[in-house]
């Protein structure tokens, strides 16, 4: 079977490198794909987002199935334009997108469900917004309804803070019509953590959990950036948490959208804040998380293919997912001055070092390849990964690698895995004590 897959960062890296190794696959294509990804499949100069040529792609090359990375085309209804045609596309319809492509939607959908998120009040006039600040107390949330590329959360102190993002959103229209409607929720507090599950529309299966570290500076400080890093499992998650959440929150999400008539497959991100009443759901996404993912599937010892294949055809509870009893913790390494001003262009040197490792794979988020020579072409350049028998030997072979790595006005933070450190830490001190 010929694979596609529909991104060009290192989460679209993953999934091919993934995907290749599967018996039932022939060839990988990616689209538009980059540097590192073309060292697993031929990449194809077509967007990730223009939907027209990539179905005239997967028509013409007898594509056996398309794996969508990014949410954009998700959400603009690539899958009811593939199977229209016939063709075989793991995502979400256009419909069942609509919990990522929709805040306002998605908080509707979860008070209907009695599934746990913030208190909340959606507004399409910015006047109504304003007044409604008069009788809430701070921090608050201010949520853009639509896609923002990740910008549009804006977490307000206090009430002038939260008329200029009202401002900025609904008068400025800095995010456009994706800011045509918003929503205001109390700000939670706790930890955070990425859960994600594969559903054929009336079942489905959980992966193993994981953590983004979102900010740009070590201690979570500085502006939000696409993800630093990431690391799989995490304690913070353990079996009677998943539990919790798969009963609270997974199963009334897919129960919920099948009963309404908008079955959901695919994938499914719940981002989830443990506070100590138990979890709430933060946001929900209908694709893989970056950089979750480059940390999730190196552990993975099924068949990716097969389960999503299980997803578009049915029969997701048939598969029984099996891991790595590793941990695997993912760095970014990123263009100096990212999320803000950066260079591109850098040439990047040591790759062939990291290669030699065993349990250590790059993932490439922005690279091009030229003369057999690997340049930065983004924000995000590089996703190390490594894998280790417990979350300190995974940090102490990731930064390894990333030691090896160089390239000119190179940024990564340090302190990628060390919440889990952290946390296991203190979850020893409390049972020592219990004890004595
Ligand atoms: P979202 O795109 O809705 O996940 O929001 C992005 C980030 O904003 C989350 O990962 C959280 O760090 C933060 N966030 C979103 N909603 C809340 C909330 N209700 N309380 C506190 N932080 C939040
Ligand atoms: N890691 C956050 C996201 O994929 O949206």
Redesign the pocket.
Known sequence: MKVLVIGSGAREHALAWKIKQSPLVDKVFCAPGNGGISEVAECVDIPADDIESLLKFAIDNEIGLTVVGPEVALVEGIVDSFEKEGLKIFGPSKVAAKLEGS?VFAKEFMYECNIPT?PFETFDNVNDAKEFLNHVEFPL?V?ADGLAA?K??I?CNDIKEALKALDEIMVERIFSEAGNSIVI?????GE?ASILAVSDGENYIVLDSSQ?H?RIFDDDLGP?TGGMGAYSPTPIINDTMMLTVEEQIIKPTIQGMSSDGTPFKGVLYV?V?LCEDGP?V??YNVRFGDPETQSILPRMKNDLVEVMLASCDGGIDKIKLEWENKVCVCVVMSSGGYPGKYQKGKEINGLDLVKTKTDVVVFHAGTKKEDEKYYTTSGRVLGVTAMGRGIEEAISNVYDAVELIKFDRCFFRRDIGAKALKFIKQAKRVSSRIKS
């Open positions: 805040k913030a949330v949520k990740g549009g959360v977490i929720e109390e700000c939670l507090k955070e983004d979102k939000n981002g804040m709430y933060l946001e």
